[in-house]
């Protein structure tokens, strides 16, 4: 369940941030957002992997865009999703059953 994850907000010394770190264990899972067309990675997202590998890097979009095959960083895959399909992501890329973050 989901409920074993913490959720984070990341700003590093010289700048960089990203919108959410989602943890459990040693797992991380890093997701920004941004409005329109989901951009390649942006520094702040390739400061967040090298600094700490996460095992997923998610990018989600205001826009229809469907979960796309993940692109490899290194070792950490980079999603791209629309919005309406966030909850439906996070369930495909932790294995895990979303329905505990809303009850």
């Not at 400061?47 to 229809?64: K, N, R």
């Amino acid at each position: 369940m989901f409920s074993a994850w913490s959720v984070r907000y990341w700003r590093a010394k010289g700048g960089a941030k990203l919108d959410l770190v989602l943890s459990c264990g040693a797992r991380l899972v890093g997701v920004e957002v941004k409005a329109g067309v989901a951009p390649g990675l942006t520094r702040s997202m390739q400061s967040f992997i090298d600094a700490y590998a996460p095992s997923d890097m998610l990018i989600v979009t205001d826009q229809d865009h469907r979960l796309e095959p993940p692109v490899l960083e290194g070792r950490t895959r980079v999603w791209r999703v629309g919005l309406v399909d966030l909850m439906w992501a996070l369930t495909e890329i932790t294995g895990e059953d979303g329905s505990s973050l809303w009850g």
